[in-house]
């Protein structure tokens, strides 16, 4: 395999879908929404934004099959690392459609900062 490709079974923290660490309520009390038709499409962003933070974190958020991950419960998460999710689901909800003049409010992106994990050890699988 060349080098500059990666070996999927080296890495420490492999992407696949997560488990949500906010639940549904608690998106539609964040975004003022009362109504129920676009609840598949909240989900969605949620996983989404879930995604997007244990990709920046390094590691899963709640666990599944990485040993590092934050946290075993919805409980334990962090609650700036729930506002990041919560925050990143309204900028998607509000910005659906990004144009060239549309915006993107990124001052949210620093509450995962004390939880990313810069130096994982590689774990070596045999």
Do not use: W
Not at 20 to 33: G, S, Y
Not at 80 to 91: R, S, W, Y
Request: proline letters at 7%; aromatic letters at 10%; hydrophobic letters at 40%.
């Amino acid at each position: 395999m060349p080098s500059f490709l990666l070996d999927l079974n080296k890495m420490p923290y492999v992407p696949s879908i997560p488990l949500a660490p906010v639940t549904l309520d608690e998106v539609k009390a964040h975004l003022r929404i009362d109504f129920d038709f676009e609840d598949g499409l909240i989900e969605q962003y949620i996983l989404a934004a879930t995604q997007i933070a244990e990709q920046a974190l390094n590691r899963e958020i709640l666990f599944r099959s990485d040993d590092m991950a934050l946290a075993r419960s919805i409980e334990e998460v962090p609650p700036t690392v729930k506002q990041f999710i919560l925050c990143e689901v309204g900028d998607m909800y509000a910005h659906r459609e990004l144009n060239e003049q549309g915006t993107y409010n990124v001052f949210h992106k620093h509450l995962l900062d004390p939880y990313v994990m810069y130096n994982r050890p590689v774990e070596e699988k045999l």
